[in-house]
């Protein structure tokens, strides 16, 4: 399912929520919009939080800790985000318009908190030299499993090039996941498919993937197209892996040959 918000207003725009709003999804999402010299608090005592800056200038504080983070552009710029544990107050001043993305879920347990700067996460290039570079995209994992095995969360963003597809070959998990959409200019958009559907993506989109379906995605040509992605682990069952489609296996066999070029 896809819900289109268009222009997010000032204050918290709520995406999802883990009580009565897509509460499959397990998780709390939202955009949060503020002006030169707010200060926003978050302070939650059974959930973790990550917050994940857009655009804009802010300062982070959290427990005896500060640091500054500016970001320009999501599609030119790695991300910052800082990511708590539950009873782990922070709150984020901003210099200038900023927009930020805020996830939260249920965790007991207690973890130090960590600041990922730009230069903490790096990009990666998927698709790059196969099936003519048609599905050729740049990922930013922020945290995981593989490097956060303590948080029920994962985190991640995705440049999907214009006319290319990602999440590609098809593939699915049983834990649910959240994309939110932005495009390099207002007008662009692209396609989301769920299981046998399809759904139009439009700036400002929220795609909700419960566990299970297949979930490829396409750019329209002319347009870069930006998702934040958003796991949920399960309960002894964390996202470590995917399960791709066998009817699209053989894409990924070394020299594969695609029409017209066999």
């Keep these: 399912m896809v819900t289109v918000y268009g222009e997010m207003k000032k204050g918290y725009n709520e995406i999802c929520n883990m009580d009565d709003n897509h509460p499959d999804m397990l998780m709390d999402i939202g955009i949060q919009v503020m002006s030169e010299g707010e200060t926003l608090t978050i302070s939650e005592e059974d959930k973790e939080t990550a917050v994940l800056l857009l655009d804009g200038e802010v300062t982070f504080q959290w427990e005896d800790q500060s640091a500054k983070a500016v970001r320009r552009s999501i599609f030119d710029e790695n991300p910052t985000a800082l990511h708590v544990s539950h009873g782990v107050r922070i709150s984020v001043t901003a210099k200038d318009h900023v927009e930020i993305l805020i996830q939260k879920t249920t965790n007991k347990e207690s973890f130090p908190s960590k600041l990922y700067t730009q230069k903490d996460v790096g990009t990666e290039i998927f698709g790059d030299g196969v099936w003519e570079n048609t599905a050729r995209r740049a990922c930013r994992t922020v945290f995981d499993y ?23 070959i098809p593939h699915g998990h049983d834990q649910p996941e959240v994309y939110f959409y932005r495009f390099n200019r207002e007008e662009g958009f692209g396609a989301a498919f769920l299981g046998d559907e399809a759904f139009k993506i439009m700036n400002n989109s929220a795609f909700f993937i419960p566990g299970g379906p297949t979930h490829p995605q396409v750019a329209a040509p002319g347009f870069a197209m930006y998702y934040t992605w958003m796991i949920r682990h399960l309960k002894d069952n964390p996202w470590n892996s995917r399960n791709n489609d066998p009817r699209y296996n053989w894409l990924l066999e070394k020299d594969v040959k695609i029409w017209p070029n066999e």
């Design 146 to 168: 593989s490097n956060a095995p303590y948080s029920n969360m994962v985190l991640g963003e995705l440049i999907n090039y214009p006319g290319r597809w990602s999440s590609y």
